[in-house]
């Protein structure tokens, strides 16, 4: 069993910077691989960025590449999305997940609002 909560969320202005964090309870975190996605209000859920369990490679939609960094550390069973130059459209819920076997975990998500 994993849980997963997200934090960090919050409202910034346009050009701002948020960190995200992913704390996970639960002994597979730390082998498994992590992903976050986002859903704005009336859209489907999104792929943001994900990581390997080793944190040695790491994925980004194209929309994020080059401004969200993701990170982990697996010693704090603690997963980040570092989100800079932060524009309205990010305006979403943020969740990470983690998958064993055929389950799929996802935490309550942390809101994120960018104003103009």
């Known amino acids: 069993q994993v849980q997963l909560v997200e934090s960090g969320g919050g409202l910034v202005q346009a050009g701002g910077s948020l960190r995200l964090s992913c704390a996970a309870s639960?002994?597979?975190?730390?082998?498994?691989?992590v992903g976050w996605y986002c859903q704005a209000p009336g859209k489907q859920r999104e792929f943001v960025a994900s990581?390997?369990?080793?944190?040695?490679?790491?994925d980004y939609a194209d929309s994020v590449k080059g401004r969200f960094t993701i990170s982990r550390d697996n010693a704090k069973n603690t997963v980040y999305l570092q989100m800079n130059s932060l524009k309205p459209e990010d305006t979403a819920v943020y969740y990470c997940?983690?998958?064993?076997?055929?389950?799929?975990?996802w935490g309550q998500g942390t809101q994120v609002t960018v104003s103009s």
């Open positions: 990581i390997t369990a080793g944190g040695g490679s790491a």
């Open positions: 997940t983690t998958s064993w076997g055929i389950t799929r975990y």
């Open positions: 639960g002994s597979i975190f730390r082998i498994s691989a």
